[in-house]
T-cell receptor, first 115, second 113 residues
Framework: GAVVSQHPSRVICKSGTSVKIECRSLDFQATTMFWYRQFPKQSLMLMATSNEGSKATYEQGVEKDKFLINHASLTLSTLTVTSAHPEDSSFYIC???????????FGPGTRLTVL | GENVEQHPSTLSVQEGDSAVIKCTYSDSASNYFPWYKQELGKGPQLIIDIRSNVGEKKDQRIAVTLNKTAKHFSLHITETQPEDSAVYFCAASQMDSSYKLIFGSGTRLLVRP
């Protein structure tokens, strides 16, 4: 199957700082990637759809100025949490749509802790 | 928009028994229904999926059934093993348009040895 990686796997930061999370497709080109947030013992909530070369499409209630998404290449999408606060602490997961498999492949996730 | 409900939230079974998890969806335009297994601290992994043109699909001990009229689909795991213990999520999507996955709330399955 297709492989999606995320970096870093864990990050701890101070309140008010910005954190960038990378999502890479390792063995394929991904025109469409997705970003999810998962709070402890809860489901995955779609934050935004990231399309290569265009602006991301955010889900209702997700602040686009706080969660900056950049999909500048066919193998890399980044999520930047700006001015992070403790309530942004969560598990962030990306996925990539792979047309020839006709399914989404998920990354291993990034655990963000904001102190 | 699409809404997916999943039951039960927790399920405990004896090793060797069967486990059934059920989901309902609201949007009749949804045509793709995957099931994911998530272990602690990891991303979800696809275990089986079904598309709206079939009613049942099986892969060894795992099967999924779909009732489009009633808008519900179910995951069946037979001969459960302790390594099946995890959180399982159902999801629904429209594969010909947005490809967005809308997830159910999850089921924590515990298989007792």
């Amino acid at each position: 199957g297709a492989v999606v990686s995320q970096h870093p796997s864990r990050v701890i930061c101070k309140s008010g700082t910005s954190v960038k999370i990378e999502c890479r497709s390792l063995d394929f080109q991904a025109t469409t990637m997705f970003w999810y947030r998962q709070f402890p013992k809860q489901s995955l909530m779609l934050m935004a759809t990231s399309n290569e070369g265009s602006k991301a499409t955010y889900e209702q209630g997700v602040e686009k100025d706080k969660f900056l998404i950049n999909h500048a290449s066919l193998t890399l999408s980044t999520l930047t949490v700006t001015s992070a606060h403790p309530e942004d602490s969560s598990f962030y997961i990306c996925s990539a749509w792979v047309p020839w498999y006709n399914e989404q492949f998920f990354g291993p996730g990034t655990r963000l802790t904001v102190l | 928009g699409e809404n997916v409900e999943q039951h039960p939230s927790t399920l405990s079974v004896q090793e060797g028994d069967s486990a059934v998890i059920k989901c309902t969806y609201s949007d009749s335009a949804s045509n793709y229904f995957p099931w994911y297994k998530q272990e602690l601290g990891k991303g979800p992994q696809l275990i089986i999926d079904i598309r709206s043109n079939v009613g049942e699909k099986k892969d060894q001990r795992i099967a999924v059934t779909l009732n489009k009229t009633a808008k519900h689909f179910s995951l069946h795991i037979t001969e459960t093993q302790p390594e099946d213990s995890a959180v399982y999520f159902c999801a629904a999507s429209q594969m010909d348009s947005s490809y967005k996955l809308i997830f159910g709330s999850g089921t924590r399955l515990l298989v007792r040895p």
